[in-house]
């Protein structure tokens, strides 16, 4: 059996309600799963809500992935077996989340001055039911329309940083992020170290008090991966891995299922719930 510790539903930028990504990962037989939304737990209170959460047949791992402030690199901290209600957490997610939308507005402004025909309605309606608007939603209605082949061409082209349109936005401080996870019971795991491009500031990241690192990941290669363990081994941190898997051809394109994280790995997170 496998599992897969970084999924994205539709309550972020992922395709799939949270309630139809538990019944593929049943169907898959995966055994231990992390939802993993961008900076919103909204998703993990919907299948709880709907009774989906706790499952039967499937560990489920209540997680988040958030954005952290840095002038140089994309930092992307997981939390995992956070408790959903906490009252801090939340507060400073409903922070997070005003901030996207002030920075959603500016984004599609900036497209218009630059000759792009895209409008908020547009974004809105395929972001669903998203609490999480991103770029990546921006980016689809322009796929969509024709405008842009790929999500990718989209971001190298007008929404990365350094880009026409990008637009910088209000994000918490990484020991900020790991003081909330930590404080509403969760386990802090830095996500795909590669993606940071710059392992020194990956060490120096861990040495801030993170709990794990994400060392299985599509875009490591098994070198990285060692790597990566070594960091984890010298540190005596806990190892996690996941796909990233959104259901569309976000950064891979990649099948649920077809990434396979050890379950030894995803029981272990598993079973340091508070
Ligand atoms: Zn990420
Ligand atoms: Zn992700």
Redesign the pocket.
Known sequence: MASDL?IHTSFSDGKFLPEEIVEKSKQLGLKYIGITD?DTIDGIADLYDKGFYPATGINIIPGI?M?ADSEKH?I?ILGYNIDIFNEELRENLIEVSEARWTRFSEIIEKLNNEGYDITETEVLTLAGASRSISRSHVARVLVKKGIFKTVREAFNTLLERGKPCYVPHFRLSVKKIIELIHSAGGIVVL??PK?IYDDDSVQELLDLGMDGIEAYYPEHNDIDTARYINYAKKRNLIISGGS?YHGIGARHNIELGEFELDDKFAKQIFEMKK
């Open positions: 970084h961008h992935e954005s994309e992307h996500a795909h993606l990233d």
